[in-house]
């Protein structure tokens, strides 16, 4: 499987609280998990930087339904997305997962 990777940056709606930071992480190691997708989420201030890796249509829907997401705005793809040569994932992932 070739893998797929994008990162993007965006600034939360309103100052994030703990439980907010709290629901995106169950979230994400729920959904993502499920479609072998493997995230980096960093937090600092107001800003958001994600970094999201594993197949492209999985890679593609997981931005898809966060760019919805309400408690965060202006959104911007700092890497391009593209197919990566060596299949190697640079982010953790649960092991015996493609
Ligand atoms: C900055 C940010 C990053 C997020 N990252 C993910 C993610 O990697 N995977 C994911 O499923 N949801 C992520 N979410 C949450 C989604 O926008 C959405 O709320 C969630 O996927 C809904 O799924 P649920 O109904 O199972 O909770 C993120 C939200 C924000 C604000």
């Known amino acids: 499987m070739s893998l797929y990777r994008l990162i993007y940056a965006s600034r939360a709606i309103e100052q ?3 439980d907010d930071l709290a629901q995106i992480l169950a979230s994400s190691q729920r959904n993502n998990q499920r479609v072998h997708v493997s995230g980096a989420l960093l937090f600092s201030a107001r800003e958001f930087l994600q970094c999201l890796e594993g197949g492209r249509e999985a890679v593609n829907a ?3 339904r966060i760019l919805g997401d309400p408690r965060h705005e202006g959104a911007v793809i700092l890497d391009l997305p593209r197919d990566c040569p060596s299949p190697v994932r640079r982010l953790g992932h649960a092991p015996g997962r493609p």
Do not use: D, F, H, S
Request: aromatic share 16%; glycine share 0%; proline share 17%.
């Open 62 to 64: 997981t931005y898809a």
């Open 16 to 18: 994030m609280k703990p």
